[in-house]
């Protein structure tokens, strides 16, 4: 089994900058690839960005490109999601997820992600 934490959520004001840190335990061995998600409320929850767990190798949504970038720290286990230029409709609760069993996390799909975090409230205000 893997667990996950994640940290460092808040309320920030438009353009401003915010970094997510998901914390990965136990089986860590076993993750094929981390990624980040978000659900804004009355809405489904949506890919963002992940990162394979060599870090080599990483997908994100048009959206966030150019202003989010994911990235890990071998040492810490933990994978880090740096978000600038932050817009109200990045308004969200962000979730990391990692995939140990199938190995499509690429493929940024609810369902290839078998472990997630609590999930961290971020806020933008215009």
């Known amino acids: 089994q893997v667990q996950l934490v994640e940290s460092g959520g808040g309320l920030v004001q438009a353009g401003d900058s915010l970094r997510l840190s998901c914390a990965a335990s136990?089986?860590?061995?076993?993750?094929?690839?981390v990624g980040w998600f978000r659900q804004a409320p009355g809405k489904e929850r949506e890919f963002v960005t992940a990162i394979s767990w060599s870090g080599s190798s990483t997908r994100s949504v048009d959206s966030v490109k150019g202003r989010f970038t994911v990235s890990r720290d071998n040492a810490k286990n933990t994978v880090y999601l740096q978000m600038n230029s932050l817009k109200p409709e990045d308004t969200a609760v962000y979730y990391c997820?990692?995939?140990?069993?199938?190995?499509?996390?690429?493929?940024?799909?609810?369902?290839?992600?078998?472990?997630w975090g609590q999930g961290t409230q971020v806020t933008v205000s215009s």
């Open positions: 136990g089986r860590t061995s076993s993750i094929y690839g």
């Open positions: 997820a990692a995939d140990s069993r199938r190995g499509r996390w690429y493929l940024g799909r609810l369902g290839d992600f078998d472990s």
